[in-house]
């Protein structure tokens, strides 16, 4: 079965899992078989509920209590994994392989300093006391950590996300494996973060000659790490081929739907409409007859329904679909066109902040989260917020709704009136004015009370509806989001994901706001759910003529929706301007790293600007430019010394940044960054 | 920087407890002097002459204002003077102590029984999680916290002391006896004691097994390869058992509430059978002292509790220094 | 333009699932120990209601010279120092605890919900103060803090009523506390905010369904702590008085005769009191189970 000199570092014969639940098997991978090959790093992508975890829990014998093996194989360099006894098992995990887990601070023990929790892996092999501690140490020196001997005395609560995961790397490296699995290694860490840790993969991958299973929800990152690729779709391998193929040249109509709906080569809202995937996933242990993409595909016929397509093998490529040759002619399943074009908007901003500041005590200090900022919105205009955790960008959204109060001094306006910084200080009409959509649906809808319940308190707090009154509005409404009568009745928990969020912007436009504020609304959500939910925003600021703060940490989205773009870094706006302007640049070099840190498909070689250091803390944030002490472009002893202004650049483009601007256009040039 | 965290900590914590004493005194007064009313009625009865009763009311000092009256109890209780007994008619203090003394020995009797026994239990439990045994160890430690201390002492005095006649039914020594004769007067009080305790104990300790073996880092420990009794020893149980330290403190309380019931059931002088006595005889100084004694125990138990939490666990003894 | 304008795709059958109450429902009914528990404490409330109608003997007759006969044909579990049929006793002995317990917990879950709803919305001083005088409060067994309440204000139903409620109020006003902290964090609430909600809206209406889970189980654990506090009470004297068959009123009176052998005075009542407590705390375990899946 397997050649013995160099066997192959993963193979998969047939593999089916379930899970059980309320006595019933749930199928969660359905007769999956792949091969890893000595060396090769292999992708495994696929949405939420696709069973990509459990690939990963399988291959190491850790699946949950009631996860069960119905049928299949697991060779692990050559050794059948289930019918390996506990010792066989436990050497197995100590030698050969190595997993890398999706939250590094919760997969450190937090009561083991970092230093035990490294050296107990050198122990297993014989090495004790100081050997290992030495070991331990040149192994964090590997993953680019700068001072092992202080990080092996802390504990892991002590360091911040990205160290947490190198120490994780390092740990999963140190028992020299031939199989890594890394189960969604950067996800939860913040871009710039997490295209320092995909650096340190692929570099170590080079160094060392495992084998690797990467497991991700994004395509762009396995575009980026992987040889070879495997799209699972409910369980079952849909679509296998080396990286390039699969990405550029889709086999399988839901690879095709999946890589369109990616805002992508700066897609913008007033050019097209995304492509979205209609329907939903099956149920996990749903029975599927034909293929399991025939109820969402357009290209599906009667056999797709009926007669579960075999994995056609397209020359060292494989799709399981009847129809493959056809798969990229599939039908858009939304118009690309918009429906009408942008009406003229107003002049006058609808909102005007100005010098606007947050500061919170925290332990005794100061932390300013929000510092001096001013900026104006535009009727019927998206501003998107964009920055990294610790940048203030969610703590903003909060003061412009008056949900926490500003520091005093500054200003708003909503229409040219003086807005309260209090929400209790604001008049009904200015409160109904703004309204938000949350980032997580289930948080921000009552899970005790029906959606007909939620939305007509909105309609009748927010528009004074009651009655008929508020149950035509309240169709109207529910329609205009695209659900239908049918969803009222139901409550939240009974929803999919995107249904929930349809049902909080539903709610959020009940009062006909002038305002609202987006904070990361799809970023709970699967691709092809967020493609839609996109779409609906900005068919309904056409139609509704409303203004969002468009907040997200996702710059592709940012600008498909948003007309304005401020970046921000501890608080402060770090670089404000039209959309096209601050993607096309000259930009900040902050803006510069954050653009090339986030990986994208249509990349052909990956140039970064690198970005040292960890994101400072906004209780004592570093003197002079906040960005000094990461910035690759910093010029001497000015940064260090004296903020630099925000500096209009050109006509409505403004940077905080003590180069000039046509300086920053030179040095930008040069190094050519691909727009997102 | 951690023995100053630890300090602040402490001395935070001991502003607390104060607090929460004071406010308890306040209670205790306030059930003992004024809820009552007429103090010297409710002594004397309500056949008693109108002028005795008044009388008996200027002798305890209980015509003054409450503030003064508050005042002068507190001020004397701090000092070590809990007042004097209505009963007795001696200072109270010397009751209190020697009472507390010898329940002390009986608490600590079935504290020595139940909390290794209730850890390993929960530890059992969850390591065979919905398997008979975790079921038998949950549903049977719960149903035992719920048995009155007199419905289990019944039974096990009947069961040891009459019919297998084990042990002895009062918790009476003789004059002189050593500690091992203590000891084996001391079980049968302690056992309904133990039940009470031990499903609280291994409720806990088995839930915090269950969360310790289902989080991430345990993943972590087994997929490097350690072998089973690693994992347990140095990944699972600091982290299962810290929330259990914290519950062994505040059921300190519970346990010298089962104390009134299990002392006045085997004959044993202590700090319950003391209130139990007091609360019968209406000798309210004797109550507010033992009651406000307990109050100080349960404090100075969670005190200890709460340090020792803090000074295992990392993340409070060395708070985020990022 | 109108809503119709937009081209809308079809939206397929969203994926519906069961509704969670009826889900709760179904797991109780599964749960072996909901049902055994539920069996026995029906068996007790139908005794304490028509007991009285087929016990063999008077419950409260005295019968001198027939005092302390051990268990016979005719008095099945024997005769108590006055000569009253202990069978009859123990079938009607639930009673009173069975007012007095409910109606304590009710008592406490009505109080206790309000003050963890008020203390865990305000935050602030409101909670500080709060929840500094439920912590003196909790600093002292519940047993002890009746009995303190009872011998300042008298013995009677309604006294032991508000002492224990009262004293599980904080008890429960601590799990509510918690539960509407978490609550409190999530959006919904700032969502109702931006409505600009009452305050009594946001707490009655928004948070209340949400945290009625652990109420639930804080109260079915409370009644079994509650049947506990009354018989303790009554076993010392300060609970239910003389002459109701009460449990812990009847091993009080005669366990001071167990040195004499005269067992069955007291170990059937024991047994009773363990199995009403014990059904009670199945039951709790069921609900809790069936919470939390």
Known sequence: MTDLSTPNALELHHLSVAYRVGGRNRAVLRDLSLTIRPGEAYGLVGESGCGKSTVALSVVRYLPRNGVITAGEIALVGHNVMKLDNESLRRMRAESVSMVYQDPGKALNPSIRIGRQMTEIFELRGISDQAAVDQAISMLNRVRISDPIRVMQRYPHQLSGGMQQRVGIAMALASDPTMLILDEPTTGLDATVEAEVLDLIAKLRQELSASILFISHNLAVVSRMCDRVGVLYAGMLVEEGTTAEVFNNPRHPYTVALLRCLPRGGQRKDQIRLDTIPGFLPAPGATI????????????????????????????????????????????????????????????????????????????????????????????????????????????????????????????QLDGQPLASKLESRSADQVKAMQIVFQNPDSALNRAHSIRHIMGRALRTLAGLKGAAQQKRLIELVRSVRLTERHLSVKPRQLSGGLKQRVAIARAFAGDPRIVVCDEPTSALDVSVQAAILNLLADLQTKEHVSYIFISHDLAVVRYLSDHIAVLYLGRIMEIGPSERVFSGPHHPYTEALLSAVPKLDETEPSRVRLDGEIPSAVNPPSGCVFHTRCPRKIGAICEEQEPPLFDSEPEHRIRCHIPFEELARLQKKQEVIPA | MGARAILSFLLKRIALSIVTLFLLSIMVFLGGQVLPGNVGRAILGPLADQRAVDALNHSLGLDRPLLVQYWDWISHFVQGDMGTSYIFRAPVAPFVIDALGNSMKLALVAFIMVVPLGILGGIIAALNVNRPIDRIISLGGLSATVLPEFVTGIIFILLFGVWLNWLPIAAVWPPGSGVFTQIYYLILPALPLFLVLFGYIARMARSGMIEALDADYTRTAVLKGLPWHTVIWRHVLRNALLPTITVIATQTGYLIGGLVVVETLFRYQGIGSLIFTAARGKDFPVLEAGILTIGIIYAVATLIADLLYSVLNPRIRLGTDQ | MTATDIKQPDLPAPPIKHSPAMEVVAALGRSGSFITGLVIVVFWVLCALFGEYFTPHDPLADDIINALMPPSADNWFGTDQLGRDVFSRVIVGSRDILTVAPLATLLATIAGTTLGLFTGYFRGLVDDVISRILEAFMAIPVVIVALLAIVALGTSKTTVIIVIGLSFAPIIARTVRSAVLSERELDYVAAAQLRRESALHTMFVEILPNVIPPILVETTVRLGYAIFAVATLSFMGFGIQPPSPDWGLSISSNYGMIGGGFWWTVLFDAFAIASLVIGVNLVADGVQGALND
């Open chain 1, 289 to 412: 007859t034909g293929c399991p993409f025939a109820d969402r595909c357009a290209l599906a016929d009667s056999r797709c329904h009926n007669e579960l397509p075999p994995l056609h093998d397209l020359g060292g490529r494989l799709s399981r679909c009847h129809y493959h040759e056809r798969a990229q002619d599939l039908p858009r399943t939304t118009p690309g066109s918009i429906a009408a074009a942008p009406a003229a908007h107003g002049r006058e901003p609808v909102l005007r902040i100005k010098d606007l500041n947050k500061t919170y005590a925290a332990h005794g200090h100061a932390l300013r989260a929000v510092n001096d900022v001013s900026l104006d919105l535009m009727p019927g205009q998206t501003l998107g917020l964009v920055g990294e955790s610790g940048s203030g960008k969610t703590t903003f959204a909060r003061l412009l709704l008056g949900l926490v109060p500003a520091d005093s001094g500054g200003s708003m």
